[in-house]
């Protein structure tokens, strides 16, 4: 069957052709080595799909070298005779498949990896790669570092867009989310979270504390998260059952503390505006400030650069419908994550008796962004379904003119089929991915609007809108 989509040559050069009982069984050509996203053609790779990421980790912040063994549980696509995983940095010591030793090499950031035996189409099967060293931050095309981010004592590890590869081999592009269980063994003394929920702490009995994390749900591996340091812990419930588990680094303590404890009610808030909580537990990293230029909405539990104000708290808790359950389909669509949780904001202060969402859409029309903190100028500089290139995914317009795209449809539509429309959406793609096309798709179906204006001039259109 695959034989017909290669070139006569490649064929014979590609392919391995092992013979059953009911005859020839074709195997056997290479992944793709990227998923050709727009803006970053690399990441991700063809071939597999992953079901699991088992991460198992030792970190000892006082020499800042990190030790791993990936098990990554993947369902092949295709015949394989060889797949891709991105890496950077770090030096692999081993790979196996399916518990035979398996041959490598590396180029830039992609770790090719041939398997003893071909893999077959469908065939589930699990490559354990052995890796250690320091890791080194990736640096993005806006500047920004991500990876694995060491501070004073400890390291947190961020990942948006492409910073996973620093610290954990993968498939790391959006479209392809996993379960995880990360363990972290750490210097006793120290705290390790990630993701999810903690199933075990345990003493080694070697001056180490291991933390065994559990994450069920799907994630994207740029959502993936472990903090070191020395945290203060606090854990809770909201009042409709979802596990809290803050983590706060001792220096932030007491400046975290008035937004921290808004957020069992900013979940319940936030369920009623955009449906179900996704996730099975809630949380907060706070990180020593200065120690990242961002947030970042990690899943379940946002890190945040020093004690974060309530805006930014409810920020990334919105993302974790918008982003996190639904994730984009690319790179180019992340105003379908920044739009949504900017917006977020703006109805939580609308409906705590704030400044409404009209009168800062208004303001910002007129140029006046100070009703809104953060923003800055330059919200229309681009429009955020179209950003110019990968260095400006997240700036201005892809947050506050993707805000905006929603409050036009609100006007359009009035606020009962908008607020459906917000619920329609998580709950049709709860765990998945959607793209712009998607969405604008989905919003015409639902609210049975025209809203082909709406796109052309505010979520595709170059230029200042004017209304
Ligand atoms: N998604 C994060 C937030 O809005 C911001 C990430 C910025 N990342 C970057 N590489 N500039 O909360
Ligand atoms: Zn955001």
Same mark, same amino acid.
């Given at each position: 069957?695959?034989?017909?989509?290669?070139?006569?040559?490649? +064929?014979?050069?590609?392919?391995?052709?092992?013979?059953?009982?009911?005859?020839?069984?074709?195997?056997?050509? @290479?992944?793709?080595?990227?998923?050709?996203?727009?803006?970053?053609?690399? *990441?991700?790779?063809?071939?597999?799909?992953?079901?699991? $990421?088992?991460?198992?980790?030792?970190?000892?912040?006082?020499?800042?070298? %990190?030790?791993?063994?990936?098990?990554?549980?993947?369902?092949?696509?295709?015949?394989?005779?060889?797949? /891709?995983? !991105?890496?950077?940095?770090?030096?692999?010591? #081993?790979?196996?498949?399916?518990?035979?030793?398996?041959?490598?090499?590396?180029?830039?950031?992609?770790?090719?990896?041939?398997?003893?035996? !071909?893999?077959?189409?469908?065939? +589930?099967?699990?490559?354990?790669?052995?890796?250690?060293?320091?890791?080194?931050?990736?640096?993005? @095309?806006?500047?920004?570092?991500?990876?694995?981010?060491?501070?004073?004592?400890?390291?947190?590890?961020?990942?948006?867009?492409?910073?996973?590869?620093?610290?954990?081999?993968?498939?790391?592009?959006?479209?392809?989310?996993?379960?995880?269980?990360?363990? =972290?063994?750490?210097?006793?003394?120290?705290?390790?979270?990630?993701?999810?929920?903690?199933?075990?702490?345990?003493?080694?009995?070697?001056?180490?504390?291991?933390?065994?994390?559990?994450?069920?749900?799907?994630?994207?591996?740029?959502?993936?998260?472990?903090?070191?340091?020395?945290?203060?812990?606090?854990?809770?419930?909201?009042?409709?059952?979802?596990?809290?588990? /803050?983590?706060?680094?001792?220096?932030?303590?007491?400046?975290?503390?008035?937004?921290?404890?808004?957020?069992?009610?900013?979940?319940?808030?936030?369920?009623?505006?955009?449906?179900? $909580?996704?996730?099975?537990?809630?949380?907060?990293?706070?990180?020593?400030?200065?120690?990242?230029?961002?947030?970042?909405?990690?899943?379940?539990? @946002?890190?945040?650069?020093?004690?974060?104000?309530?805006?930014?708290?409810?920020?990334?808790?919105?993302?974790?419908?918008?982003? /996190?359950?639904?994730?984009?389909?690319?790179?180019?669509?992340?105003?379908?994550?920044?739009?949504? #949780?900017?917006?977020?904001?703006?109805?939580?202060?609308?409906?705590?008796?704030?400044?409404?969402?009209?009168?800062?859409?208004?303001?910002? %029309?007129?140029?006046?962004?100070? =009703?809104?903190?953060?923003?800055?100028?330059?919200?229309?500089?681009?429009? @955020?379904?179209?950003?110019?290139?990968? *260095?400006?995914?997240?700036?201005?317009? +892809?947050?506050?003119?993707?805000?905006?795209? %929603?409050?036009?449809?609100?006007?359009? =539509?009035?606020?009962? #089929?908008?607020?459906? %429309?917000?619920?329609?959406?998580?709950?049709?793609?709860?765990?998945?991915? #959607?793209?712009?096309?998607?969405?604008?798709?989905?919003?015409?179906?639902?609210?049975?609007?025209?809203?082909?204006? +709406?796109?052309?001039?505010?979520?595709?259109?170059?230029?200042?809108?004017?209304?």
């Amino acid at each position: 069957m695959e034989l017909k989509r290669l070139a006569a040559p490649a +064929v014979t050069a590609l392919l391995v052709l092992t013979t059953g009982c009911t005859g020839a069984t074709v195997q056997g050509r @290479p992944g793709a080595s990227g998923l050709r996203d727009p803006f970053f053609p690399r *990441a991700g790779n063809g071939g597999y799909q992953v079901d699991h $990421y088992a991460l198992d980790l030792a970190y000892d912040p006082a020499d800042g070298r %990190l030790h791993g063994t990936a098990v990554i549980t993947a369902r092949a696509g295709q015949g394989l005779s060889s797949f /891709n995983l !991105d890496f950077s940095g770090l030096k692999v010591e #081993a790979v196996d498949v399916q518990g035979a030793a398996a041959r490598y090499n590396r180029t830039g950031n992609e770790l090719t990896v041939r398997p003893a035996k !071909d893999l077959k189409k469908g065939e +589930v099967f699990r490559t354990t790669v052995d890796y250690s060293g320091r890791p080194k931050p990736v640096v993005d @095309p806006d500047g920004s570092e991500e990876g694995w981010i060491t501070t004073e004592d400890g390291a947190v590890a961020v990942g948006e867009p492409v910073g996973s590869m620093g610290w954990f081999p993968g498939n790391h592009h959006p479209s392809d989310k996993a379960a995880y269980d990360v363990t =972290v063994t750490v210097p006793d003394g120290y705290e390790a979270v990630s993701n999810g929920r903690l199933r075990s702490r345990r003493e080694t009995g070697d001056g180490r504390t291991e933390f065994a994390w559990h994450s069920p749900e799907p994630m994207a591996s740029y959502l993936a998260t472990v903090a070191v340091g020395k945290f203060r812990v606090s854990t809770g419930r909201t009042p409709s059952g979802v596990e809290v588990y /803050n983590a706060v680094d001792g220096g932030e303590a007491a400046g975290s503390e008035a937004a921290l404890k808004r957020l069992p009610e900013m979940v319940e808030w936030a369920s009623t505006r955009f449906g179900p $909580y996704p996730f099975g537990t809630a949380g907060s990293i706070v990180m020593p400030a200065g120690t990242l230029a961002y947030a970042l909405e990690t899943q379940t539990k @946002p890190v945040y650069p020093g004690a974060p104000g309530e805006e930014l708290v409810l920020h990334e808790l919105a993302h974790q419908w918008f982003g /996190n359950s639904v994730s984009p389909k690319s790179w180019k669509d992340m105003w379908l994550n920044e739009g949504f #949780a900017t917006y977020a904001e703006w109805l939580w202060s609308e409906d705590r008796g704030g400044i409404t969402a009209q009168r800062r859409f208004e303001a910002f %029309l007129a140029g006046d962004t100070s =009703v809104d903190a953060e923003a800055g100028g330059g919200w229309d500089a681009f429009p @955020p379904a179209a950003p110019p290139g990968a *260095a400006q995914v997240s700036d201005a317009p +892809v947050y506050y003119r993707g805000a905006m795209v %929603l409050h036009r449809i609100r006007q359009e =539509v009035g606020d009962e #089929a908008f607020f459906g %429309l917000l619920r329609g959406w998580t709950a049709d793609h709860r765990h998945g991915n #959607a793209s712009t096309a998607d969405f604008t798709a989905y919003a015409q179906r639902r609210t049975g609007h025209d809203l082909k204006k +709406v796109w052309d001039v505010w979520l595709y259109g170059q230029g200042r809108p004017r209304a």
